[in-house]
T-cell receptor, first 113, second 116 residues
Framework: GENVEQHPSTLSVQEGDSAVIKCTYSDSASNYFPWYKQELGKRPQLIIDIRSNVGEKKDQRIAVTLNKTAKHFSLHITETQPEDSAVYFCAACIKAAGNKLTFGGGTRVLVKP | NAGVMQNPRHLVRRRGQEARLRCSPMKGHSHVYWYRQLPEEGLKFMVYLQKENIIDESGMPKERFSAEFPKEGPSILRIQQVVRGDSAAYFC??????????????FGPGTRLTVL
């Protein structure tokens, strides 16, 4: 089955700096890659997603890149703010195989003011 | 425009009791997924259901766990004879019915199960 690795497990950045989280996946059939933000005690919140027919997607301060050949994808957060502090999860999905999401282990991001 | 609803938000059970977790998907969504999150860990897929059908239960433990999504009413995840290792947050997600968006999943607030 699919396996998703996520790095780093923790990331501390100064407010205003950029944060980058990287994920690799094992199944080349995966074609949908969402990113979720989870604050303590809250639900995972979808922040951005990318499908295999594009290489990059941007939404304000957040961008995601996908390299299908290398089987990795990354989340980039620019101009970080204290409210960006949370745990971020990447996931991979094979839509034709039933939509189940396989999650990475998560990255705890701390933005220091 | 209510999101995914789950209840109860917190559930305490003693070992050997049954736990019933409920999930109402977003309006217009007919696909429901259950995930389990152990403390300080990521989310693990359990089961994927559509109305009256289990599509994929590859992540469900073979014993004590069952799920349903009846024609009317919420989806229910049922855990019989709970053990301490069942203590976790259980999240439900739903996705739209439109073919091009069925993979986009929105999560509910979760049910935090504590087994004493």
């Amino acid at each position: 089955g699919e396996n998703v690795e996520q790095h780093p497990s923790t990331l501390s950045v100064q407010e205003g700096d950029s944060a980058v989280i990287k994920c690799t996946y094992s199944d080349s059939a995966s074609n949908y890659f969402p990113w979720y933000k989870q604050e303590l005690g809250k639900r995972p919140q979808l922040i951005i997603d990318i499908r295999s027919n594009v290489g990059e997607k941007k939404d304000q301060r957040i961008a995601v890149t996908l390299n299908k050949t290398a089987k990795h994808f990354s989340l980039h957060i620019t101009e970080t703010q204290p409210e960006d502090s949370a745990v971020y999860f990447c996931a991979a999905c094979i839509k034709a195989a039933g939509n189940k999401l396989t999650f990475g282990g998560g990255t705890r991001v701390l933005v220091k003011p | 425009n209510a999101g995914v609803m789950q209840n109860p938000r917190h559930l305490v059970r003693r070992r050997g009791q049954e736990a019933r977790l409920r999930c109402s998907p977003m309006k217009g969504h007919s696909h429901v997924y259950w995930y389990r999150q152990l403390p300080e860990e990521g989310l693990k897929f359990m089961v994927y259901l559509q109305k009256e059908n289990i599509i994929d239960e590859s992540g469900m433990p073979k014993e004590r766990f069952s799920a349903e999504f009846p024609k009317e009413g919420p989806s229910i995840l049922r855990i019989q004879q709970v053990v301490r290792g069942d203590s976790a947050a259980y999240f439900c997600a739903s996705s739209p019915s439109q073919e091009i968006r069925t993979d986009t999943q929105y999560f509910g607030p979760g049910t935090r199960l504590t087994v004493l």
